[in-house]
């Protein structure tokens, strides 16, 4: 898909971050533009960015972890815009705890937005993107879909599980017009952490505040930077997009040493502080 102009564009978690940068990046590129997300003032500022943009755009308040309003809002989309080109599952949250101390209401909750809303979101727009001379599904995984880290389970689980289904449906989809792509992020600086379900993470001392600051100080990529390495992707249609260093690096430690990176990943975690985080500004 070298073409983007004139392409009409879905993306989900579109009120912040990575979300809204992608809808920016995507406007610039003359794309017709539908985001959704549950934070309804989130939503307004990122129409107002937008409409700096000569493009259209339109927003929608929905939780993608409830199955009829996903289907509500394709069929909304599909009434107001006639059909749909790109699709990125970008909505995403945290919890930071233990498995073992994790409640069963907090790790559905995460499951429902992490891993369910991709599968609804996907399954509600793939008949019309299959009707297009081409198409593309862009879901975003992350770094922690290839590493995991203590204290972060079900974060992981459910991007470990958006890779393979993203993977998946690469797979089925071969010989058609639509191309899959499967984003992993390194540390981008959102406010993902900032909005997390906070209990503990893998340092007892560190408070909420202290894991945002640390989180922040590692995060080496902007959401605009982010978005420009996704579109580049889409541009190429490539099947896995690492973005930045941090994502290149984990993954190549990943391929080539195992069980050592895995350890290794508990023992930085479980040191990490405010103080060992200078060296990343």
């Known amino acids: 898909m070298k073409q983007l102009n004139g392409k009409v564009a879905v993306i989900t ?3 912040s971050g990575i979300g809204r940068a992608l809808a920016l990046a995507l406007a610039d590129e003359g794309c017709v533009v539908a985001i959704c ?7 307004e500022r990122t129409a107002e960015l937008m409409a700096q943009k000569s493009v259209d755009c339109s927003i929608h308040t929905v939780d993608v972890a409830d199955r009829d309003l996903v289907h509500e809002f394709a069929a909304n989309v599909l009434d107001e815009h006639g059909h749909v080109d790109i699709l990125i599952n970008n909505a995403g949250v945290v919890i930071a705890d233990t498995l073992e101390d994790v409640s069963y209401a907090d790790f559905d909750w995460l499951m429902g937005i992490n891993f369910w809303g991709v599968v609804y979101i996907t399954k509600a727009f793939l008949p019309s993107l299959k009707r297009r001379p081409e198409a593309h599904i862009v879901n975003i995984s992350s770094v922690a879909g290839v590493l ?3 204290n972060n389970g079900p974060y992981c ?13 690469s797979q089925e989809l071969q010989g058609t017009n639509v191309r899959v792509s499967c984003v992993f992020p390194g540390g981008v600086k959102t406010n993902i952490q900032r909005n997390a379900r906070f209990f503990k993470v893998a340092n007892p001392n560190l408070c909420h505040e202290d894991a945002i600051e640390c ?6 990529l902007c959401p605009d930077a982010a978005a420009r390495i996704i579109i580049k ?3 190429r249609n490539k099947t896995r997009i690492l973005v930045g260093m941090d994502a290149r690096f984990i993954d190549m430690m990943k391929r080539v040493m195992p069980v050592w990176t895995t350890r290794l990943a508990a023992h930085f975690m479980r040191k990490l502080d405010i103080s060992k985080t200078k060296w990343f500004t």
Do not use: N
């Not at 997300?37 to 939503?43: A, C, E, S, V």
């Open 13 to 15: 978690g579109g009120a």
């Open 157 to 169: 689980a459910a991007k470990f599980a958006v890779t393979g289904l993203t993977e998946t449906l």
């Open 37 to 43: 997300d549950i934070d309804r003032q989130g939503l």
């Open 215 to 220: 989180y922040a100080k590692i995060s080496r």
């Open 148 to 150: 995991a880290s203590p």
């Open 233 to 235: 992707g889409i541009r």
